[in-house]
């Protein structure tokens, strides 16, 4: 038997890596399982070139709990370990680089230390974190020389000790010794759950326990004529070990997709869209699977997210920072050994690796968006209403992408019809030029509420975009500074001549003195607070009083309710306007009328009408004005 110290020079890092890494002991469960994953790859590998001889056989890793023992145990048939292997992958490699890693995680701040550990796995002495005592017995495939089993085993202190066992098969077998807050390692759900977390879609099977299943009798039917079935325990296999993504996209059908999605997301009713195969070698290695889900993408609740692995390695699910945002709209898996993972997020976002495989990413979805656009139209403009969310926020937030997705974003108007951007400027270039030469865009935000205004469009020969998605006040600002000459308007905004000027203001039938007259009676009835008085010189047959929402101030407000910049405005009234339309008759005759009281009761039903048109008219006033509306028809 041999002993020594791991490293003599250093502190004892295992009380340390089982204190900090309090939040995460779970992952243990992974890094050992890669490690048997890694060795039998390599002997799959040596087999192919020849160097190894001998047969694979079954390569299935076991996993095992033991509740009397209190072990864990992983067990492979990959290449093994002679003691001199051991002696430097185990006490003198891994050591080191899980000492590294506690140097550098003991300077981290609490916040850091979160990141740093999600993403950075301590390799095999990530296992002292749940253990009292670590064996390794291990037998490597190469014959003749030193290749005697040796048992390897530390009991959390500095020292090991190594004795040559007789161990008849090839690979490894570590055993964890749970310790006393580890029980929870003992139990076959908990197992469960992390492997299938963990190990869904590893490359080699892995077995854990058994499961009963039915199987079909063969050539025996039962009383209802159906094939018979006997319940039969079969070795439970955790792993698809040929998950979807490593195939080529052209041995894929729709149906390997959607069946795909289903084993992604066993919980999810969801179906999704279309997906996007994502399958590179060059400059990096990249392969996976982005789908569209068909729900409407909500910014908010994020449940079914993208899944990133390292060669089929379950890594982590939140990818902020490592795929651009809007695309963690998406679901489905990421696979790259090329992504960094043993560092923090903020290290990741500057890497310049992760930002080449990230606007790859995003090409390839610009890719597969026109190439749907341009194939099918129409079942484009079907989709749209679900995919809107997504695109408006790529555009919004990246440059790059907005100038692939120009070619195919749509925008819809209230007669439910799409256009592309282009398509939409033709559209309306004659009618909606307004004497600037600016282009005037209208939109409406609620068909209903602004119905008014929208018919007042319609009777100029104007179209009214439909722009009610949750991110459309921020895209119309996105817009106006890429179109050139062109400004938005609520339809609600303004007086419908006011909205595209389209010559200076008609000549108004008051004078100065006569809308002076005119304002004092108005404050006296209205709520002043509420109004700005504005008046307006508009044709006879308008209405007498219109209330519109000046667009500044409301996109201001919009704005700062949707969090987008914080101007404090979220809390002040809606800014309206009162306009007084001076050339309606209604005007002149109430300067005719000689007492206050006829002025006020003209004015007063009015006001109520247009306060009624925009359903701001309720409690006590809309009572006070049934009353007197059935004075006048009385
Ligand atoms: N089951 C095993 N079979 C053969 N060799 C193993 C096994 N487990 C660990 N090793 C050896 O021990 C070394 C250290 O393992 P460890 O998990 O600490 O680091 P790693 O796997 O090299 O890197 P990381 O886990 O950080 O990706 C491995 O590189 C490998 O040489
Ligand atoms: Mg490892």
């Known amino acids: 038997m041999q002993t020594g110290k791991i490293n003599v020079k ?5 009380p340390i890596i089982k204190k900090f890494l309090y939040s995460d002991h779970e992952i243990f469960l992974r890094e050992l399982i890669s490690n048997a994953v890694d060795a039998t790859q390599k002997l799959k590998a040596l087999s192919s070139i020849g160097t190894f001889k001998g047969e694979l056989g079954d390569l299935t890793i076991h996993v095992s709990i033991d509740k009397k023992a209190r072990t864990l145990t992983v067990k492979d048939r990959g290449i093994g370990m002679n003691a001199e292997e051991l002696e430097k992958y185990i006490n003198q490699i891994a050591f080191s680089s899980a000492e590294e890693f506690v140097k550098k995680f003991k300077t981290k701040s609490e916040a850091e230390r979160h990141a740093l550990i999600g993403q950075f796995g301590l390799g095999f002495y990530s296992s002292f974190m749940v253990a009292d005592k670590v064996e390794i017995l291990t037998k490597t495939y190469k014959k003749g020389g030193s290749t005697k089993a040796i048992k390897w085993e530390c009991d959390g202190s500095p020292e090991y000790s190594m004795t040559e066992i007789d161990k008849k098969d090839r690979g490894t077998e570590v ?52 094939n018979k079935t006997v319940e039969v325990e079969k070795p439970r296999i955790i792993n698809n ?21 289903r084993e992604l997301y066993p919980t999810s009713f969801e179906e999704p869209l279309f997906q996007i195969h994502l399958n590179v070698d060059y400059p990096f290695n990249l392969t996976g699977i982005l789908y569209f889900p068909k729900a409407k993408l909500n910014v908010e609740v994020r449940k079914d997210k993208i899944q990133l692995y390292s060669n089929q390695v379950f890594i982590t699910d939140s990818v902020e920072g490592i795929v651009p945002d809007f695309l963690t709209l998406l679901h489905g898996v990421i696979d790259s050994p090329d992504i960094p993972l043993n560092v923090s997020r903020s290290f990741l976002q500057s890497d310049a690796r992760v930002k080449k495989i990230s606007s790859y990413i995003m090409r390839k979805v610009a890719d597969k968006l026109e190439e749907l656009f341009k194939k099918d139209r129409k079942s484009f403009e079907n989709k749209w209403d679900d995919i809107k969310v997504f695109i408006e926020y790529g ?6 992408f907005y100038e692939r ?8 108007n209230i007669d439910n019809k799409y256009f592309t951007f282009k398509e939409y400027k033709n559209h309306i270039k004659e009618q909606q030029t307004n004497k600037d030469k600016k282009l005037v865009y209208l939109y409406t935000n609620n068909k209903e509420e602004q119905h008014s205004f929208i018919e007042s469009a319609r009777e100029r020969g104007y179209d009214v975009l439909l722009m009610d998605g949750i991110l459309d006040s921020h895209f119309i600002n996105t817009l106006e500074q890429k179109f050139k000459d062109t400004i938005f308007i609520r339809v609600d905004a303004d007086t419908i001549d006011k909205l595209i000027l389209k010559e200076d203001e008609a000549p108004s ?3 100065d003195k006569q809308k002076d007259q005119l304002k004092t009676i108005i404050e006296r009835n209205i709520d002043k607070k509420k109004f700005t008085i504005v008046f307006d010189n508009l044709s006879e047959s308008d209405q007498p009083f219109i209330i519109t929402r000046p ?78 509306s059935i004075d006048i028809i009385k």
Do not use: H
């Not at 879609?201 to 009963?212: A, M, S």
């Not at 555009?395 to 790059?400: A, T, V, Y």
């Open 395 to 400: 555009m919004i937030s990246e440059e790059k």
């Open 241 to 261: 070990t040929d998950p979807l993504w490593k195939k080529k996209p052209a041995d894929c059908s729709e149906k390997d997709y959607k069946d795909f999605y």
């Open 175 to 226: 055993i964890v010794y749970l310790d006393k807050e580890s029980g929870e390692f003992l139990d076959e759900y908990r197992i469960l759950n992390l492997l299938n977390k963990y190990s869904k879609f590893l490359p080699v099977p892995i077995q854990f326990g058994t499961e009963k299943v039915r199987e079909e009798v063969k050539g025996e039917k039962d009383k209802d004529g159906k």
């Open 10 to 14: 250093t502190e004892n890092i295992f």
């Open 551 to 628: 667009e500044f101030m409301r996109r201001m407000k919009d704005m700062s309710a949707l969090g987008g910049v914080s101007l404090g405005m979220d809390n002040l009234p809606d800014s309206l306007n009162l306009v007084v339309n001076a050339n309606n008759p209604i005007m002149t005759k109430v300067l005719e009328y000689k007492t206050d009281k006829k002025q006020d009761q003209l004015i007063k039903q009015a006001y109520d009408l247009a306060l009624l048109s925009q359903n701001l008219l309720k409690g006590q006033p809309l009572t006070d004005f049934i009353k007197r």
């Open 509 to 511: 039938k008051l004078d």
């Open 405 to 412: 997705a120009e070619k195919f974003s749509l925008l819809k």
